[in-house]
């Protein structure tokens, strides 16, 4: 966005760059909270199990690997705390994309987390990042508001 701006300036000349430059910063607080945050990049995150963890609220991916990265782009997840789920995903097959979406049920335990009663995959959390680790890859999903 910045950069935008800065091109956008200097189609316009340098004399609207040196009236920016003189005008200052732009104080911290014009900011939104969450964007003046450090970003912890998700590689150096350390997640830790999680097998009894009470699922609630809106997730989104935001790295997904192994098997399910060949057609999956984005996943979302929107988990109740009575025990039911309803989620989309966006995948692309020979360069088509199409939402696909599902409704069910999920439990936690300590064999790990299931869907519909399924297999259990591992679940990990660190802070708002859930990591769902099966023998076929992963997916880390952040927690987003629901609006």
Same mark, same amino acid.
Not at 5 to 18: I, Q
Not at 42 to 64: H, K, M, Y
Not at 95 to 114: C, E, H, P
């Given at each position: 966005?910045?950069?935008?701006?800065?091109? %956008?300036?200097?189609?316009?000349?340098?004399?609207?760059?040196?009236?920016?430059?003189?005008?200052?910063?732009?104080?911290?607080?014009?900011?939104?909270?969450?964007?003046?945050?450090?970003? &912890?990049?998700?590689?150096?995150?350390?997640? &830790?199990?999680?097998?009894?963890?009470?699922? &609630?609220?809106?997730?989104?991916?935001?790295?997904?690997?192994?098997?399910?990265?060949?057609?999956?782009?984005?996943?979302?997840?929107?988990?109740?705390?009575?025990?039911?789920?309803?989620?989309?995903?966006?995948?692309?097959?020979?360069?088509?994309?199409?939402?696909?979406?599902?409704?069910?049920? %999920? @439990?936690?335990?300590?064999?790990?987390?299931?869907?519909?009663?399924?297999?259990?995959?591992?679940?990990? @959390?660190?802070?708002?990042?859930?990591?769902?680790?099966?023998?076929?890859?992963?997916?880390?999903?952040?927690?987003? &508001?629901?609006?």
């Amino acid at each position: 966005m910045v950069a935008g701006a800065f091109r %956008w300036l200097a189609l316009r000349g340098s004399a609207s760059l040196l009236l920016l430059c003189s005008a200052g910063c732009i104080a911290s607080n014009v900011v939104a909270p969450d964007e003046r945050m450090v970003v &912890e990049p998700l590689a150096e995150r350390v997640f &830790e199990p999680a097998p009894t963890r009470q699922l &609630e609220g809106l997730f989104e991916s935001c790295d997904i690997q192994g098997d399910a990265a060949v057609s999956l782009r984005k996943i979302y997840y929107l988990f109740s705390p009575d025990g039911t789920y309803t989620a989309a995903a966006l995948a692309e097959v020979a360069g088509k994309f199409s939402f696909q979406t599902l409704d069910g049920i %999920w @439990q936690n335990d300590a064999a790990g987390l299931v869907l519909d009663g399924g297999d259990p995959v591992v679940l990990e @959390q660190s802070g708002d990042f859930l990591r769902l680790v099966a023998p076929g890859g992963l997916v880390v999903l952040v927690r987003k &508001e629901l609006l």
